[in-house]
C-alpha cells in the first residue's frame, strides 16, 4: 500500500524549532520528488517547499513566509524526508502534510497525502 | 499565479449538476504543450486527495461523474449526478510554476 505517514508535531513557543518527518512505503522513494504542504484551520492548503530526487541533485524550493526558516531534506535509506522548522511563529500554526506524486509501473498517475501532523505555535 | 475560484460555496440537491470555476492569473499551459491545472477534494477531517489531474485526467479509481475541462486561465469542475458522499470543500491547483498554488475552495454541501 502506498502511503506517507507524518511525525513530529505539537506544541511549540514562538521562537522555536521543530522537525518534522515524513516515512513513505509502498513505492520506490528515491524516484520521487517529495513536497510540503501545510493547511491552518479554516484555510486551505498552502505549499511550502519541495525536493528534488538525489538524482536530479536534492535540490530544495521553498514558499516566500517559510524561506530562510524552514529546511527540507531527505534520507533514501529510510525513505524519509525532514521539515527543519526554525523561528517559529504563531502564524506556522497548522496541519502539516507531506505528499508526492508519479506515474507507477502501470502508468496510472498516483498522487499521495499523508494525514498530516498538528503543529501549535503559543506561548 | 493566483488561482481564484467561484463560488466559494454551493448547496446542491442529489442528483443534480454541481459546477465550480477556477481562473489563473497567468496561462497555465507549459511549453510541453501540457496544462497544469489539477483539482482536490478535501473531505471533512481528511487529508486532500487528488481528483483530476492536467485539467481533464481522473485518477484510477474517480467517477466518471466528476469531469474537468478548460484551457489557458479558466477551468471547470462539474460533477454529474451528486451524491451525499461528494460533500467536501474542493480545490483548484497550478503545477505550472513554484510556488505551486491553490484557490480559495469551495464548499459543497447537500
Known amino acids: 500500500e502506498v502511503q506517507l505517514v507524518e511525525s513530529g508535531g505539537g506544541l511549540i513557543k514562538p521562537g522555536g524549532s521543530l522537525r518534522l518527518s515524513c516515512e513513505a512505503s509502498g513505492f520506490t522513494f528515491i524516484d520521487v520528488f517529495m513536497t510540503w504542504v501545510r493547511q491552518a484551520p479554516g484555510r486551505g492548503p498552502e505549499w511550502l517547499g519541495r525536493i528534488t530526487r538525489e538524482s536530479d541533485g536534492g535540490t530544495t524550493d521553498y514558499a516566500a513566509p517559510v524561506k530562510g526558516r524552514f529546511t527540507i531534506s531527505r534520507d533514501d535509506s529510510k525513505n524519509t524526508v525532514y521539515l527543519q522548522m526554525n523561528s517559529l511563529k504563531t502564524e506556522d500554526s497548522a496541519v502539516y502534510y507531506c505528499t508526492t506524486e508519479f506515474f507507477d509501473q502501470s502508468g496510472r498517475y498516483i498522487d499521495v497525502w499523508g494525514r498530516g501532523t498538528l503543529v501549535t505555535v503559543s506561548s | 499565479i493566483v488561482m481564484t475560484q467561484t463560488p466559494l460555496s454551493l448547496s446542491v440537491t442529489p442528483g443534480q449538476t454541481a459546477s465550480i470555476s477556477c481562473r489563473s492569473s497567468?496561462?497555465?499551459?507549459?511549453?510541453?504543450?501540457?496544462?497544469?491545472l489539477y483539482w482536490y477534494l478535501q473531505k471533512p477531517g481528511q487529508s486532500p486527495h487528488l481528483l483530476i489531474f492536467?485539467?481533464?485526467s481522473r485518477l484510477s479509481g474517480v467517477s466518471d461523474r466528476f469531469s474537468g475541462s478548460g484551457s489557458g486561465t479558466e477551468f471547470t469542475l462539474q460533477i454529474s449526478r451528486v451524491e451525499a458522499g461528494d460533500v467536501g470543500t474542493y480545490y483548484c491547483m497550478q503545477g505550472l510554476n513554484l510556488p505551486w498554488t491553490f484557490g480559495q475552495g469551495t464548499k459543497v454541501e447537500i
Open positions: 492536467e485539467v481533464s
Open positions: 497567468q496561462s497555465l499551459l507549459h511549453g510541453d504543450g501540457r496544462t497544469y
